[in-house]
């Protein structure tokens, strides 16, 4: 008896099962814009005869819910796009759908609302991935992780800022050659008339991984949001508001008397996100002279959410950090075996850097799309960098150290003011917007022994016209406005955005020079510039997502206000137009774009804080190609790289001496730049990465093509486990196949001792050898 009832139950049960299946069936599919952006968090409001079912689309627009099998009425609707209503039969096919809506507004690359792996030739997005899931033993590798034809390196192996070099132009540390403007959280990282150099990155020093949530990168100077050292591009790297866990806690440890920690509390309160973090860091490295780079980050932040379309939030950022360093060395006397790779010739190389930033937002939006941001900031920096890269060249007796001080007093803000509107018919988007920078800089350049900034008082020296002493006070403004407007067409296949900028420097200095005589630095001046922007986006299929474009901006670079002062007549800012033209698929899996591009540059003049000399650099172009694709392989397994390629780079209508002339090429930047990644992610609790970056060898003199910068490829590998839902597992290889490589070289004459030979040479950074790293992540006190 009891077994008949048994067979009865479980025949009900299995008759209940299939009814039910047959009963509903799987709605699923993507939204994304007629140019084929993936647009997450999409609202989704699904009317059925007995109810509503609510879902959203995920971070790559991706929607799937079980629905019952009869006719719906569906609502896609969000803050940023224009509302679709579908309607589906019971007949009608639910899965692998794609619907396509509108953007009311655009996103902006200070607020991205796209966050997937949808490539296109202008802008490129990265996530939080990569940076909450890596062990980072150096904070530079955190600028690596940008790829996109950046190639990076160290000047002296720990607290410097990195050289930048991008699409055949050496930036120096960010801001000459059209500049890589770089930014967090909407405030310019680039600092203007520095100490060491214009548009001198080192602020990002402060910047914690952990901290990251995303990152825009625009290729070439296309918004009219951004005009000071944009004309390379901007980066925009946004960090969060709040943490997912109350608690979170790293620790890591690792090769090289390596050190690491990152704490952060950020509570639950309704309305309001905040948190607090403190991240402390040391490193020796791999140097003979050990680097003693110690580094102390704090930061913060609340944002009370009054409403869901207004909010007002406070942050801070702050931090320190000491070192030592190997500095340049010569690599003819690495090659004669006089001097180890991780050797050094002065072991007082090294810096002192305090900073700190506060700043304060406001956001406002309107049911009708209308958007109104508002952000303010103030800024204090110390900063002693003490360098030796020429050793006893032009002071035979005390050597030729130097102590370049930067202390800084900045503010700025900025405000814009988005509209969707219709014009005739069509979807528009009216953005305008202002921008204010001040510095307040005293800044010098000081002989130096042993770190004391005293050799210029040492006998023999103060008429000595080799040994250079500067000091100013700087004075510098920059004020902007812009308007952007774009519009679709064809129910969205076109899009064109055409825009305007005007950015207005003033130059105040007062200074001066003591080299073997007094030279006065006084004085006040301006420049202003226009910079017109126009792209369009044409998807002219329906069902196959293949989209063409066309960028053209012109970015401005100002220029140091001690060379501003003293040469007047000379360019006080400069000029890049740049054109794009390429074409991107972004399939379901696979994702591919192609550019070709065009660079021109006007003339430039530069101030060499270094020695105080001033450069003035002619007109010159770069041209090349572009390729990027990105490979969905398995659920969890994918792959992305990229290669960028120039073919030229050299200055129009200057040309060698000699009996058969050529023209002078750009110099010190590679001409290809490439990188791969193998992404592994959430499979059994493991997420993994092997990354590969390659850049060519690059020559060194511009005249001279026998004098070249080696090459190098380098592959870093990590991997994470979760072991319990609160704890993960942290482990990393830097440089896997422990490549012997320099980061930086550059070709100049240098004297390593009192009676040695001046000899013109090239002068290299070692990059690090093969390092391990292995942390524990704590995640507790889960907010959902």
């Not at 008339?193 to 949530?213: C, D, I, N």
């Not at 490979?631 to 050299?650: C, D, E, K, M, P």
């Amino acid at each position: 008896m009891r077994t008949k009832i048994f067979f009865v139950a479980a025949f009900s049960l299995l008759f209940a099962f299939n009814v039910c299946a047959q009963n509903t069936r799987t709605f699923s599919g993507t939204v994304v814009t007629q140019q084929f952006e993936l647009i997450p968090n999409v609202s989704i409001e699904i009317e059925t005869s007995q109810s509503k079912i609510i879902a959203t689309t995920d971070a790559e627009g991706m929607f799937s819910v079980q629905v019952p099998n009869e006719s719906l009425s569906v609502k896609f609707f969000g803050n940023s796009i224009l509302p679709v209503t579908r309607i589906f039969s019971v007949t009608d096919t639910l899965i692998r759908l794609q619907i396509k809506t509108t953007f009311v507004v655009r996103p902006v690359n200070e607020n991205v609302t796209i966050e997937a792996n949808v490539l296109s030739p202008e802008v490129e997005q990265r996530n939080d991935t990569i940076y909450k899931n890596t062990l980072f033993g150096r904070d530079d590798q955190l600028i690596q992780t940008l790829n996109a034809g950046i190639n990076a390196g160290q000047h002296e192996g720990g607290g410097k800022s990195l050289e930048i070099r991008r699409f055949g132009f050496n930036l120096d540390h960010g801001g000459v050659n059209g500049g890589l403007k770089i930014l967090v959280d909407n405030v310019q990282q680039n600092q203007a008339t520095q100490g060491h150099g214009q548009g001198y990155l080192g602020a990002l020093k402060t910047l914690s991984p952990e901290l990251v949530e995303g990152v825009s990168i625009i290729n070439g100077p296309f918004s009219a949001a951004y005009g000071d050292f944009s004309g390379l591009g901007v980066v925009q790297i946004r960090q969060r508001e709040t943490l997912p866990n109350q608690f979170t806690a790293r620790i890591q440890f690792g090769s090289f008397n390596s050190a690491r920690g990152f704490f952060a509390y950020s509570p639950k309160i309704k309305n309001v996100e905040a948190f607090l973090s403190y991240e402390p860091s040391y490193l020796d490295g791999p140097f003979i002279n050990k680097g003693r780079y110690r580094r102390d980050n704090f930061s913060g932040n609340i944002t009370w959410k009054r409403s869901e379309t207004e909010a007002i939030g406070f942050k801070f950022n702050a931090g320190r950090n000491n070192f030592f360093s190997s500095g340049q060395i010569p690599l003819d006397l690495v090659s004669a075996g006089q001097l180890d790779r991780f050797g050094f010739i002065d072991p007082e190389n090294g810096g002192k850097v305090q900073l700190g930033t506060a700043s304060t937002y406001y956001r406002k939006e309107w049911k009708s799309g209308a958007t109104f941001k508002a952000d303010a900031f103030v800024g204090r920096s110390l900063f002693d960098l003490f360098s030796n890269f020429t050793f006893f060249l032009l002071d035979p007796v005390y050597g030729d150290e130097i102590d370049q001080h930067d202390s800084r007093l900045q503010e700025g803000g900025n405000v814009q003011y988005l509209q969707p509107y219709k014009l005739f018919g069509r979807q528009s988007l009216l953005t305008v917007g202002g921008n204010l920078h001040f510095n307040q800089i005293n800044v010098g350049l000081y002989p130096s022994v042993a770190r004391n900034p005293t050799r210029k008082d040492l006998p023999g020296n103060f008429d000595n016209p080799n040994v250079l002493y500067t000091s100013a006070q700087a004075n510098i403004s920059n004020y902007a406005g812009y308007i952007q407007n774009g519009i679709d067409f064809f129910d969205g296949h076109l899009h064109v955005e055409a825009g305007l900028r005007w950015d207005y420097f003033g130059f105040d200095v007062d200074g001066f020079e003591q080299s073997d005589g007094l030279t006065v630095l006084k004085g006040k001046q301006g420049a202003a510039r226009f910079q017109p922007k126009l792209s369009a986006a044409l998807s002219p299929f329906e069902k196959f997502p293949m989209v063409f474009y066309g960028n053209y901006g012109r970015g401005v670079s100002s220029q140091d206000a001690r060379g501003v002062i003293r040469n007047p007549d000379a360019p006080k800012v400069s000029t890049t137009d740049f054109y794009q033209a390429g074409t991107a698929y972004n399939g379901r899996r696979f994702s591919a774009t192609f550019s070709t591009f065009l660079i021109d540059r006007s003339n430039e003049q530069v101030y060499i804080p270094d020695d105080g000399s001033i450069e003035f650099a002619g007109r010159s172009r770069s041209y090349g190609i572009e390729a990027k694709t990105s490979v969905q392989i398995r659920r969890y397994l994918s792959f992305n790289g990229g290669l960028t390629q120039v073919l030229r780079a050299f200055y129009p209508g200057e040309f060698s001496t000699g009996v058969l002339p050529r023209r002078i090429q750009i110099d010190s930047a590679p001409h290809t730049v490439a990188n791969g990644s193998l992404v592994l992610s959430e499979l059994r609790g493991f997420s993994s990465s092997l990354n590969w970056r390659h850049i060519s060898s690059y020559r060194l003199d511009g005249e001279n093509d026998a004098i070249r910068a080696a090459g190098h490829d380098v592959v870093d590998f990590s991997v994470a486990k979760r072991l319990r839902k609160w704890v993960d597992l942290n482990f990393s290889i830097d440089n896997l196949l422990d490549k012997r490589y320099f980061e930086t070289q550059n070709f100049f004459e240098s004297r390593t001792c009192p009676s040695c030979d001046v000899i013109e040479r090239i002068h290299a950074t070692p990059g690090y050898s093969r390092g391990f790293n292995v942390g524990l992540t704590f995640r507790l006190g889960a907010k959902e």
